[in-house]
């Protein structure tokens, strides 16, 4: 019997899905499934805790999204390969997921052979696109110039956190959340608080369905 290599975490908030990604995995003897999460903040206690060799991950689930799960991920276990599998094709988030260093993006209509043939080369070391993930990031039309900072604020603020517990969050100033605030405002071309979430739906910042 061969022992498992590799070590991995599944995070998606769908039921099915998740039990369809741990069922792939569990099909290759080298890995070993330590952990589940349905949420943002499970994922990141998840990883701190396993610091596995491998998550897949929804980036668009209850109390934490994007690129506040991945940088959170990368801070407490940077040998983590993060593969993003998810329902979002917006093409600004995912060249956002491709800049924050992610190892593989998969999308839930492509084709499931494609995620499933490419585990064993992420986990030795390679980076891997979907098919129609590599085009929607090709044929973006835009890419934004949000710092990352102003985009973990953004997540933040859909998230409905007030100015002060963002603060706390990143341990700066309330004056500088402001001026980070008003920067991707600017950036985003929006006047108000309600465009700026309509803007982050759009991208898929913020699913409309879930009370965050």
């Known amino acids: 019997m061969q022992v498992p290599k590799y070590t991995a975490v599944v995070a998606d908030d769908h039921k099915l899905l998740r039990a369809g990604i741990m069922q792939i995995l569990s099909s ?3 890995i070993e499934i330590v952990a589940e999460a349905t949420d943002g903040l499970a994922t990141i206690v998840a990883a701190k805790k396993y610091k596995p060799d491998l998550l897949t991950l929804d980036i668009a689930m209850p109390h934490a999204q994007g690129i506040s799960v991945v940088t959170e991920v990368q801070r407490w276990s940077p040998g983590t ?7 979002i094709t917006s093409a600004n988030l995912l060249n956002e997921m491709v800049h924050a260093g992610v190892h593989g993006i998969f999308t839930k209509r492509g084709d499931i052979t ?3 043939e490419a585990i064993p080369t992420i986990l030795r070391g390679g980076t ?8 929607i990031t090709v044929n973006a039309d835009v890419e934004l110039t949000l710092t990352k900072r102003e985009r ?3 997540s933040q603020i859909c998230a409905g956190h007030s100015t002060k517990q963002i603060a706390e969050t990143f341990s700066i100033s309330v004056k500088t959340v402001e001026n980070h605030r008003a920067s991707l405002m600017a950036k985003l071309n929006v006047r108000s608080l309600a465009e700026l979430l309509a803007y ?13």
């Open 28 to 30: 290759l003897s080298e």
């Open 81 to 87: 390969r993060i593969v993003i599998f998810t329902g």
């Open 114 to 116: 494609e995620f499933e």
């Open 128 to 135: 891997v696109l979907s098919s129609d993930a590599r085009a």
């Open 152 to 154: 973990q604020i953004l």
């Open 200 to 212: 982050a739906v759009r991208e898929g910042l913020l699913n409309p369905q879930r009370h965050l």
